[in-house]
């Protein structure tokens, strides 16, 4: 290797190797750079040298080696090896494969690169043509009672409250005939079925409203009395003709088609999707859940009851491959639980807006802090895709509250807008949201289950916590 002098744009003399581009010393005296180019020309020839003798004297010994070995080594033997390695590679790459797609995957934030942008909702505004509104119940637990005004129709999804007085009184303000075109019953829990059965004290929607058309689940995992009572009024109206009644499955043609669509005119349609578990029987009652689709122009509205993993899973494998279409809004599945909402389900979907019909906060099922809905998995997951969450109603005091409070969202089949009765504030600038809190080491922040004793920073062995972090 060669090493030169040349002058540097500074006035120096600079020295460098020869095929090099920038200086690795520079001098004042041009006699110093040539000496000290000649000492590192010296040096390297004097390097190459003996590596070049070292290099010939492995290569001899290595060639007598090698001869040695392929002498001794038989066939059979090389055979072996290569299949033992092969098989560890094998076991390796699928171990990693695992750890990456179950632990590392969901973790990640969306590329850069992607071509999925959450649309933009109008903050504040109503349209008349297609409204969502996901109500508070009255009855400071979480559920779910979502009321659908489309065109003429007026649809209802569920009824979680067994006093359906705050329900009716919010519907009644839009349904002005007395009459819903369609009641959806996603399954049998109590959170979504009570207010369709009401009390004797409190007459539920079955015995408050005219029925066009009741459409329900399959399965049930426990025949509870709430679920005797529903069958007993349904069957009781079906049989008198004051109600048309279909299951899901019924609506998919028992499995002949891939989905049920219902024109709600304008360009507006309800469509019944698919649900592996409309056709068998799940250990969670919560994947029995029917599944909507509203529809209108190009703008794609999906509530999924309380599906859960199981269910996600599958209707994933089932529309992969089918084009499923990017949805303006997504009804947070069970509450915003951490078993629903899950990686590959949002990544199928890619939701805009997400709003969680839930009692935030509240230790109604845990007092795990995490696992309150919605939950901190939850929250993790569906940011990656938007921040356009919203939540309907504050649980952690003896009343019911509002949040963002009865939230509507709403088309008129160019663009989608967001209203809430109490504000529009995302749930991540909540102060709800931002609260701190104290929690135990098991991450506990009241003494048991549905107990709303609060810990306190005098508390023993507690620390203070965000509530919920974002990302």
Known sequence: MKYIVFKTSSGKYGVKKEDGVRAIK????????????????????QNTKTNTKKNNSSKQNDDLITKEVKKQTKKAKRKIKKFIITIIILLVASLLSFVFYKYI?????????????????????????????????????????????????DILIDAGASDTTTIKNYMN???????????????SDSDHLEGIVGT???????????????????????ETQL???????????????????????????????????????????????????????????????????????????????????????????????KNFPNVD????GHHGSKTSSNAEFLSLIKPSICVASCSAGNPEYTNNYLNVFPTQDFITRISKYTDQVFATSYGMDSEEKPLNGNVIVSCDG????????????????????????YVKENNTFTSGKAKKDYFTKDTEGTKEVPFRIWG
């Open 173 to 187: 303000k839009y349904v002005k005939d007395n009459k819903l075109e369609y009641v959806i019953v996603t399954h």
């Open 26 to 45: 520079t001098f004042e005296d041009e006699k110093d750079a040539r000496e000290y180019a000649e000492k590192m020309t010296k040096k390297s020839n």
């Open 227 to 321: 679920y005797k009572n529903y069958i007993e009024k349904r069957d009781n109206l079906v049989s008198v003709n004051k109600i048309k009644h279909l299951t899901a499955s019924e609506c998919l043609d028992n499995g002949n088609k891939d989905e049920a669509s219902y024109d709600l005119g304008n360009g507006i349609s309800m469509n019944i999707l698919y649900n592996k578990y409309y056709f068998e029987p799940s250990k969670n009652n919560n994947d029995h859940s029917v599944i909507t689709l509203f529809k209108y122009n190009n703008h794609n509205f999906l509530l999924t009851g309380d599906l859960e993993e199981n269910g996600e899973k599958a209707f994933v494998e089932y529309y992969k491959n």
């Open 414 to 437: 160019n663009s989608t807008a967001v209203a809430c009765s109490n504000n529009v504030t995302l749930l991540k600038d909540t102060e709800w949201f931002n609260s701190k809190i």
């Open 200 to 222: 004797k004290s409190n007459p539920g929607i079955l015995d408050s409203y005219e029925i066009d058309t009741l459409i329900d689940f399959n399965y049930v995992v426990s």
């Open 329 to 332: 809004l997504y009804k947070a």
């Open 105 to 153: 995957y969901p973790m990640l934030p969306i590329s850069s690169s992607s071509s999925f942008n959450p649309s933009e909702a109008n903050i504040g505004t109503i349209y008349d043509d297609l409204q969502i509104h996901f109500m508070q119940i009255g009855n400071n637990k979480n559920g779910d009672a979502i009321y659908i005004k489309a065109g003429d129709n």
